[in-house]
């Protein structure tokens, strides 16, 4: 088999085709031969066996033919016949010759006994035959047809021993032909089985040969793929870099060659990756210590960095690196070392060619030091220390000069590998060395010559102020002699005249001295009566805003179930039910009528009503009373007519919505009480014999009388008119259902504008209300008792006002089948009907609700789902809703939700400035929610930033855009205030860009208008103005936007910063400082609620920034920009809580302002912080001394300031 | 030990002892600018050495004042260096009127001519009105004299020239009022200008400057609180805000170079970058 084993594979195919072929051949051979001998046996029962039975039947014919010639001869013995039938005998004899001849030749050795037999038979025969024969000649036809004798024995003959014989002869040739027949049917039988048995044997043959040629053809196949098999795993393995996988094939045929020469590939791989390994080893060391080197600046570093990375790379013990100084002894100074831990005993400088290290510098050639004797070095760790077996000195060359050296000891002699990576590493560490040490020489120089310059111009100024000095020394020596005699006689002038002063300051002290204690003493009287006074008023009112409140909640409900069934959607209720419906809901809303008066009222009465002056053209208004009553009046049948007198003046500066409340009150009023008749509206100046209201003058008065011509009212009542719950009592008044709180209300607010109300009647003939008030309402400065109380504050709910804790009810929300995508609002309201309400009208719009019923709720849940937006009530249990929007707008994750407001309270712009997007009063109207929901989606679905820009000057608006404009921010423009206000109000912005000057009204007037109506939010404003400010439009600028740029021909660089800060401003990417100072500070804030913080500070943006985060804490804050500005407003003033001074400011500084404050009664403990940029603490006592409570470094840190404030206001 | 080295001694002792005692630190200042303005105060006092000077300097508090002005060289022109100012009017200017108000920072003031200049600037520029400046020192006798503003007439005929080479565009004796042989500041001048103690080592720093002017004061420092004091200016400006240095000065050592970029290399005008930059 080994033999075959080593056949080449060409060989091994061909043996293997030979043999098939062989056994092919012999099969074939086999079945020629068993064919052929088949065939022979064929041919030869043809040929033999068939001829010699069809020769014995000739034999047979012949026979009797010759029988039946002689018979016939013997019958009819005629000449011709004889002579026919002679002739038939010796042809049939003939031919029986030849045929017994040929089957002579035919018979084998068993016949030839049956053939003698039948020869002799026939010549038995044929002895009759011819006797027969030989009588015939003598047979004689006897004319007479009588026969001869011859003729009877020859008959006798025939018939008799002829027959015989030739029976005989039939017979044995019968006997012949059946023994033939019985020997070919035993020769077929023969050829038959011998036909079988070929076959088989073919049959056998070809299995045969079938099997062993596939016998032959697999084991050869296996034999080749076997080693072909064994070679590829082995070059599979290299070419997964297994490179000492063995080669196992041996054999010497093809196979065995192949793995050889794999094995040598294999060999040659091996080593190349060994040399790459290797080349790749010292590529990565310099790789490592290039990186370590990259960057770096400074030699010690460099050197420190380079040492490290090249030590640990060769695995070296310990490691140091000197650098070769310029013009310095000695001339290696140390640069860096690797675990040097006796540091005291490498020097740190060496001389060339002192050491190895100096030599190797000198020589410019690397030293290897074996077998170091012990002690030359100790390489230590914290577990113990040993002996370096061989140190390598190699100097750093850089163009052939030596720029340092390097020292390594290792542990190991180090490798050829190590040593070729040092050599091919040491020439970068001498560049890069050599670049930072001259970048650092120079640096070092550059910065030597800038102490030289700086040193120089010091001795310059100082020489000069040594010159000066001298100079001013003479001077004054003069100047001083002829001073110090002027001044003796000032002196003494001044003595006489100071004695006299005092002498009359001593009299006129104690007269006013006097005077003072009186009225110290009247002051406080009155003091306390005032106070008793705004007491019992203010209790007054607080109980009725409390009381309206809880009424409000309630009938919120009310009106609102009242209206589901006047809607009756459902059609359930019967028209009975429905019109009872409309009778609570009617009646209810009369009720909140009644309250919200009562509420108007109070407000009023106690200051609290805020006014917001506009201008109005009285003309206008003339037409809008006649649009909004003639209906009204028009359903009583009853004619409305307005005029306007040509005296009226043009313009009225006043409260434009108080003044449609009272002309409500007044024109409802008349309506009310006139059954036929009319209603007549005058506008113009009092009549010149008009009795004024106390105050006003005719020419800057204008009158509004409303009369009607109704049941009047008699004269002892009309002073009762006015009163609050009063009505007259007649009894025709009493059908006229009413407040009776209208007419008190208008001629409080009257009063409020300025003016007043004053009433002409006569009964049956009718009524005049002359509604008189001031051109231009001039808003008196805010009283300070009333400002305390601000609406929109947080108002601290009295304990005993606020209602019994209720079981707070939560509503079936949809928290439970919250999808990852859902638009979620989070409703907080604790009126659970309301609640369910604003859940159904949310899902109407496919929006998932999550519900709250308590503020602390609602913050839970804003932070733990995140909605998308939030409705929430104002008036919650625990924690209100000013406090939970406060906190929701202080946590950083939850500052970006929309926010809007359903309140019973009336709406407020704080809200606006505290962050929410809308406020709805309740009860509300089904499309008023709708669009406070379509508010909050508005907001939540906007990705694309939005910019404004209003510009009146196409083309600059044009490059504003341009400047700014990119995919994410979309613009729009407006040109006028007009286009500016309507695209505000449809949708939010994230910025805008102001210009100041507009054709129809000036920005700020317009920034104003926005923020007065405080339906919407105002973008952050960048103001972008041409023309100059003043320090006041600054201030109040400040106040409304968020930076201010004049234009001019470096603006557009700043507008774009400005812009892109407010268009990209995300909480997320707030400074975590001020982002933590957000959260920080929720907490402990509530302190400063309603605290009066005076802010002085002539720097009108830190002014801004620093009130503005007081103001978030609920502080208010009082501006002032100098010292001067600030006494003044603390005369206004005088429950300011705390104040921030800052000490530098122009006009009055901090100093004397806090001096002044200190000598005055009231202020003398007000806590004052001041604000100073100075840090000395004698600047600090200073402080003090002038008479601050504390100070605070500017810039001011606001945690800082807010615990001082804590300090401070803490009572 | 050598004499010198002695007196090196004694020479950081008092130093420190002006620090603990009177929190003005002089540590981080020019060594040999302290050495020869402290040997000169005792020279001039022709009794005793830098070593006795530390006692009586604890204890004597005037002597410490005294001491402090000899420390405090206020040497200053209006105008100084003109070109300064030219090129302040031609490349600051432009970018300070963007702003509706600007606040100047002049650190180093000493007896106010700078900030007056300044002043005269932004007047003749149309800024004045809407502009503070701050201008501080640490030197209370040189601010007494900013604030009165009171300068000897011979002065005042150099600084002409100076105004003449700054590029004015009015009349220099437009800002002054000459009487006998001085010449006072025209109070128009000084509506808008605060003149302030400020200690540029020890105290903080100012909010929101759109240019600080601090000339000629570094030079005094050494290198280390030079870097600080940078770091302060660097602090109170703006983004966009401006530096002036004085000829001799530069940024270039300090580790705020590169909040800046260079405006004029001569002038030594720098603008503070801004750190939030989108583009
Ligand atoms: C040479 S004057 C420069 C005056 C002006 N800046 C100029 O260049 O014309 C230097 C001023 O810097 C003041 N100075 C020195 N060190 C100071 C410090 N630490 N804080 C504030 N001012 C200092 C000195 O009082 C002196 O008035």
Redo the contacts between chains.
Sequence with gaps: MAFFGNLSIKSKILSVVFLIIALELAMSAGAIYFLDAVSNRLTRLMDVDARKMHLAALVKTNLFEIHRAQKNIILHPSQEEIERQSDQKTLHLSRLRLNLADLDRLTNQQERYAFIELNSRLDDFMKVFREIEALIPKIDVFPNGQRSDAYAAAIALSFGSARDAYNRLSEQIDGILQRMDESMARHRVESEDYFKLALTSVLILCCLGIGVGWGAGLLVARKISAGLDAVVTVTDAIARGKLDTPVTVTSADEIGRLAASVKQMQGSLIEASEAFASQNWIKTGIERVNEAMRGQVRVADLCRNVITEIATYTQAAVGALYVVKHRSEPMLAFGGGYACTRAERIPKGIDAGQGLIGQAVLTKAPITVQDVPAGYIKVCSALGDGCPACISVAPLLFEDHAVGAIELAFFKTPSALQRDFLQQVLPKVAITLQTVRGREELSEA??RA??L???????Q??L???N?ELEEQTQRLKQSEEKLRQQQDQLEEANAELEEKNEYLENHKQIIERANRELERSQREIEEKAEQLAMSGRYKSEFLANMSHELRTPLNSILLLARMFCDNKEGRLTPEQVRSAHIIHSSGSDLLTLINEVLDLAKIESGRMDLRVERLDPRELARQITDQYTHLAADKGLPIDVQTRPDCPTQLRTDRKRLGQILRNLIHNAVKFTEKGGIHIVIGRPDPGDVLPAGMRAESTIAIAVTDSGIGIPTEKQHLVFEAFQQLDTGAARKFAGTGLGLSISRNLARLLGGDILLFSRIGVGSTFTLYLPDELRLPAPDPEARIDRPGLPRKIEPAATPPVLELQSVPDDRESLGKDDAVILVIEDDPLFAEHLIGLCRLKNLKVLHAPSGQMGLDLAAAYLPKGILLDIHLPEKDGWAVLEALKQNPNTRHIPVHIVSVEDPDIEAYARGAIGFLTKPVQAEDLERALAKLENVFERQIKELLVVEDDQNLRGSIVTLIGNTDVRTDQAATAAEAIAAIRSKRYDCMILDLGLPDMNGLDMLRLLEGQAQEVLPPVIVYTGR??T?EQ?AE?QVHSES????????E??LY?EA??FL?RIVKKMPEKQRRMITNLYDADMMFRDKKVLLAD?????VFALSKLLEEKGIQVLKAENGRKALDLLDTHSDVDLILLD????DM?GYETMQRLRSSEDMRNIPIIALT???????RERCIQSGASDYL???VDLGRLLSMMRVWMYR | MEKEDIENIALDLLIEAIYRRYGHDFRGYSKSHIRRRIKQYVERRKDGCISTLIPEILHNEELFETLLHELSITVTEMFRDPFVFRKLRQEVIPFLRTFPFIRIWVAGCATGEEAYSLAIILKEEGLYDRTTLFATDFNDAALEKAKIGVYPVEALRKYAGNYQQAGGTGSFSDYYHARYDSAAIAPALKNNVVFANHNLVTDGVFSDMHLVFCRNVMIYFERELQNRVLGVFTESLVHGGFLCLGTNEDILFSDDRHSYRSIDGPARIFQRLAVRNFR
Aim: aromatic share 0%; proline share 4%; hydrophobic share 35%.
């Design positions: 550059l910065a800038q102490v310059t700086e040193e120089l111009q010091q001795q100024d100082e000069k102020a040594t000066g100059e400010l320090r600054e600028l201010i740029i004049i234009k001019g021909v470096r603006s660089e700043r910063d892109s800060l990209h002539d720097d009108m943006r830190s000490m530098m400011m122009p500084d940029a100075k840090a000395m603490k004698k600047d470094a500017k810039p």
